[in-house]
């Protein structure tokens, strides 16, 4: 595995070794060992999740502010732009994102670890996005801030108007959310 940091260094993109031949590929998606050397950290992964999406649709950005949940993401059919957002008021990077495209074709996954809000806009007809977590969904302490709030500025690539939940319609500004300390 390779691994990239990002422009926030607790982000890391990772990209599995894929052994391939005209048969098709093989790559080891999650490996407890190797990942602890790459984030520098045993990760004890709880849940795993799985969502399919239609184009443009827009899911986040998702975080909670109890049980905070470090994740990786990665996508098996189609492509999305992933958003992270460091909420960590003590960060020298606090209120900074990174956006990635995940794909299929391109295998790479995506640490985030706690005290970061999550989100991704579908760009392919269709996506499956997977993700392990390292704590329970709990939605008494989900908390979503507005995908479109101007402090933040995150271009996601749009086409069209995004297709939101009603419950991302009603996510906070950023300057408003409930944040980590």
Not at 52 to 69: A, T
Not at 130 to 152: A, G, N, Q, S, V
């Amino acid at each position: 595995m390779k691994v990239a940091q990002t422009k926030i260094p607790d982000l890391l993109i990772i990209e599995p070794q894929i052994f391939g031949d005209d048969r098709g590929f093989f790559f080891e998606s999650f490996n407890r060992q190797k990942f602890a050397e790459l984030v520098g950290r045993d990760v004890d992964f709880v849940q795993d999740n799985h969502s399919r999406s239609v184009k443009n649709v827009l899911r986040g950005l998702h975080y909670q502010i109890q049980h905070p949940q470090g994740k990786l993401v990665r996508v098996i059919q189609g492509s999305v732009l992933d958003v992270v957002v460091d909420i960590r008021k003590n960060s020298q990077t606090f209120g900074k994102h990174v956006a990635v495209e995940l794909s299929a074709e391109n295998k790479q996954m995506f640490w985030i670890p706690e005290g970061f809000a999550h989100g991704f806009v579908v760009l392919s007809e269709t996506a499956d996005f997977l993700y392990k977590t390292t704590d329970y969904w709990f939605p008494e302490h989900e908390r979503c801030i507005r995908w479109d709030d101007p402090t933040l500025g995150v271009d996601w690539k749009l086409e069209a108007k995004p297709a939101i939940s009603a419950k991302d319609a009603l996510g906070k500004n950023f300057t408003d959310a409930e944040l980590f300390l």
